[in-house]
């Protein structure tokens, strides 16, 4: 499979010369199928907030990348204050331990009653007296990998790489932002389905050359012959340079970017999902700071929808098409 999927796709590291992707890539279902494999199940996704977990005994089930992996997983607070994320699948017969948020001494299963401690250990089932070799280890619900940065929280299937080498870009441009005063605003959230395949968004979001055309006023305020993109070694910083006379950040003496007249600064890990996005207000949106912790959800990550979207306008729930900034916005 991996000598079909690469052996005949010519990648130019001379961008003179090199050319899009083939079309299957975008489409075929054999492909999407070995990208959430060796992609998705090995590398980091944000998974919420700490608040979601507040005190000793919260729970949190959700479903890491609807669509793509669709893996059902709980976050809880565990009896050490401690934040876990587990399998949310049942060690007996597979049904959904936790079905909504909440706070629990114990999960319990309601199929056939087993039951978990906070931590995943598996604690007790009834009519199970004198099974031999029970309980074994793999009747606990399996503790995920998890990694936390302020207050967000991301999870890995089978992680290659360690989760402070995928943060280290944010934490050089971010650190000292006040994260924990923030709190989520459900009101002020968004949620924007792309129809698309999940490359293709991301293709949209390296470049940088739609900016003139789709975002008239982002390319009003930013530099556009001043845009800058720098590779990270597990994603990707993208630095938008104000105009003059156009606001930008205040940047501490020790910040890498200090002496840039930035005014948006976007960090997207690969391959999926803004951990962090902040730009500076427009004059629409008042003169100030505005962060944004972009909720990691609902890219249309499946195969086989080809290449649909010919820009990076989204649809939000109010069913009104989305534009300029609000595309720097509908991310995943
Ligand atoms: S499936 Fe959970 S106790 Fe049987
Ligand atoms: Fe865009």
């Not at 280890?137 to 929280?153: H, K, Y």
């Not at 009101?187 to 390296?206: G, H, K, P």
């Amino acid at each position: 499979m991996h000598d079909r999927i690469v052996s005949d796709i010519d990648i130019d590291q001379d961008i003179r010369v090199a050319r899009t992707l083939p079309a299957r890539v975008y489409a075929d279902p054999e492909i999407f199928k070995a990208q959430r494999e060796r992609i998705f199940a090995r590398t980091w996704h944000y998974a919420g907030h700490d608040d979601l977990v507040k005190v000793v005994g919260h729970v949190y089930p959700f479903t890491l990348l609807p669509g793509a992996l669709e893996e059902p997983l709980l976050l809880t607070r565990d009896a050490t204050d401690r934040i876990r994320c587990l399998s949310n699948v049942c060690t007996h017969r597979g049904t959904l331990v936790v079905e909504g948020a909440g706070h629990l001494q114990q999960l319990r299963c309601r199929y056939h009653g087993r039951r978990f401690t906070l931590d995943g250990r598996f604690h007790s089932m009834p009519e199970f007296e004198g099974t031999k070799d029970f309980p074994s280890p793999a009747d606990d619900l399996p503790n995920v990998p998890i990694g936390s940065w302020e207050l967000f929280l991301l999870v890995s299937l089978a992680p290659v790489m360690p989760v402070a080498d995928v943060l280290a870009p944010l934490v050089a441009r971010l650190s000292g932002l006040p994260f924990s005063t923030l709190a989520f605003d459900p009101l002020s959230a968004r949620d924007y389905f792309v129809n698309a395949n999940w490359a293709l968004y991301i293709d949209n979001y390296l470049e940088g050359f739609h900016i003139p055309y789709v975002h008239s006023s982002l390319a009003e305020t930013l530099d556009y012959g001043e845009y800058g993109v720098e590779l990270a070694r597990y994603g990707v910083v993208q630095l938008g340079i104000a105009k003059e006379g156009e606001p930008a950040f205040e940047l501490p003496p020790d910040h890498p970017d200090d002496g840039r007249r930035v005014a948006a600064d976007d960090v997207q890990r690969l391959p999926l999902g803004h951990i962090s996005q902040r730009r500076h207000a427009t004059r629409r949106r008042s003169h100030s700071r505005v962060i944004s912790a972009i909720r990691l959800g609902r890219i249309e990550a499946t195969a086989g929808r080809g290449r649909g979207s010919r820009s990076c306008r989204a649809r939000g729930r109010s069913g009104r098409r989305g534009g300029a900034a609000r595309c720097a916005l509908a991310t995943v």
